[in-house]
């Protein structure tokens, strides 16, 4: 099912000259309304004429999300403040938050990408959808907020919090989507079965995620719980937010919007640029935006290219499910540690809960990584045998995979703390220590 059916199958070749004319245009834009950009291109001695195939694009200085802390908060616009009708910010996951600007043609265009988005999906209008995100400055809320007014959907402004009223509002009012973070929608089911409720008996059939990592046995817990489909989007601030790439039906990886964002994959340490199946950092150059156009963002998160043709007839490029961020690898003793890995290790035993924390901490120099799990009620209060054996093949499994020793510790169950928005996994306790 296509929202835009001829922009979202544009055969491969029409794609990139549209891709071309729309990047030569934008560095054109960006030299001539951006001072930031004026003087980032003049100082690596690019001019917009010097853009001459699309390969030209790897001549373009990176953008940094330094840069946008930098020039906070209006120093990236390339228009006059009168033109801007809507501000988000960032919702920070590292570091201060930073402000992203709309103009209302940014808006619309935001718009048109969440209907492909929820489109590629499965939503229809006959749907309703009950959106769980926080509306406050994050753009999860309203970018899928507009994009479901947009095809048509009844929409449900659910906000966060208040667990009990969600589950009612997703009864009551028959809700056939939700829209969360992948955690939140994994405690909605544990809240609800503890008040005795069956979310499996509820109208929704499709629920669609991101905003956070999340692995797929995560994926087939929550498929279980509800007894829906669960998808996968990526998006973030800088871009527009929710919105930039999706799964299709075939969910084997996500289509990248590519006639308004071109994305790359680059070697994090050296800036290189990557080939298809090679693991690396996601560049994006917006093609069309008006406020506030970012070249060559970095914007730290892992994935790949996926270089085959996709069932569903898109031709936009795929990228893999994310790995993860850079600045959330661990590096323990050297090696490099990924959140995902401890994910998708610990959700591949059916004896552990859906909450966990990484703590890693430095003791007499050494690093020492510690998975604080929590394990069902059964288990918990199970023989303690049982428990140690159930340790020891945990410990094993993620030394094997990590290549690094991690040690296991149960907790309690509904002792990890919770979250409406994105969960917080690592907790470092090394910053600041030698
Ligand atoms: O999280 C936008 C969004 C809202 C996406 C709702 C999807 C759904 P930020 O708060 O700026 O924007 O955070 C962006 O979140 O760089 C990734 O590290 C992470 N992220 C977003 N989607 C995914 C995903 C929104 N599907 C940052 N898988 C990004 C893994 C994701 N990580």
Redesign the pocket.
């Known amino acids: 099912m296509f929202w835009d059916k001829e922009a979202e199958t544009l055969r491969l070749e029409e794609l990139e000259k549209l891709q071309f004319r729309r990047l030569k245009a934008i560095v054109d834009y960006c030299f001539h309304n951006s001072r930031f950009y004026r003087a980032k291109l003049k100082e690596a001695n690019l001019y917009p004429e010097d853009i001459r195939s699309l390969d030209d694009i790897t001549k373009i200085p990176f953008t940094m999300k330094e840069d946008l802390r930098d020039n906070y908060p209006y120093g990236m616009l390339a228009v006059p403040r009168e033109e801007i009708i809507r501000i988000h910010a960032?919702?920070g996951?590292t570091g201060k938050p930073t402000i992203v600007a709309y103009t209302r043609r940014d808006i619309d265009t935001w718009a048109e990408l969440m209907a492909r988005v929820l489109t590629s999906t499965g939503v229809t209008k006959r749907d309703t959808i009950q959106l769980i995100?926080n509306y406050a400055f994050?753009?999860?809320g309203l970018?899928f907020h507009y994009g479901t007014e947009r095809v048509g959907a009844a929409v449900i402004p659910s906000g966060v919090g208040n667990s009990e009223k969600q589950l009612l509002t997703m009864r009551d009012l028959e809700v056939t989507t939700f829209s969360s973070t992948p955690s939140y929608a994994l405690y909605l089911a544990e809240f609800a079965r503890e008040q005795g409720i069956d979310v499996g008996e509820f109208a929704v059939r499709l629920g669609i995620f991101?905003?956070?990592?999340?692995s797929e046995e995560m994926r087939r817990r929550i498929e279980e719980a509800y007894g829906i489909e669960a998808y996968?989007?990526?998006?973030?601030?800088e871009l527009c937010?929710?919105g930039v790439a999706v799964e299709c039906e075939a969910r084997e990886g996500l289509h990248v919007w590519s006639d308004h964002f071109i994305v790359e994959v680059i070697d994090p340490e050296s800036g290189e640029v990557l080939g298809p199946g090679e693991k690396g950092e996601l560049v994006f150059t917006t093609l069309t935006k008006e406020a506030m156009p970012l070249l060559r963002y970095r914007?730290r998160?892992i994935s790949m290219l996926i270089d085959e043709p996709c069932e569903c007839g898109r031709t936009h490029p795929r990228i893999a499910r994310?790995m993860g961020?850079s600045d959330d690898m661990l590096i323990i003793r050297g090696v490099n540690v990924f959140p995902s890995q401890v994910e998708h290790v610990l959700m591949s035993f059916p004896e552990v809960a859906e909450h966990y924390q990484i703590v890693v901490d430095r003791q007499r120099s050494m690093d020492v990584l510690q998975v604080n799990v929590e394990v069902t009620e059964k288990i918990f209060r199970g023989e303690p045998e049982e428990l140690l054996k159930l340790k020891n093949r945990l410990e094993a499994k993620l030394k094997g995979v990590l290549g690094v020793k991690a040690k296991v510790k149960f907790v309690e169950p509904g002792t990890i703390p919770r979250s409406c928005g994105k969960a917080q996994r690592v907790v470092d306790l090394r910053k600041g220590v030698k």
């Open positions: 960032s919702s996951t995100y994050f753009t999860g970018g991101g905003a956070e990592p999340w996968d989007n990526y998006g973030l601030s937010g929710p914007s998160d994310l961020r």
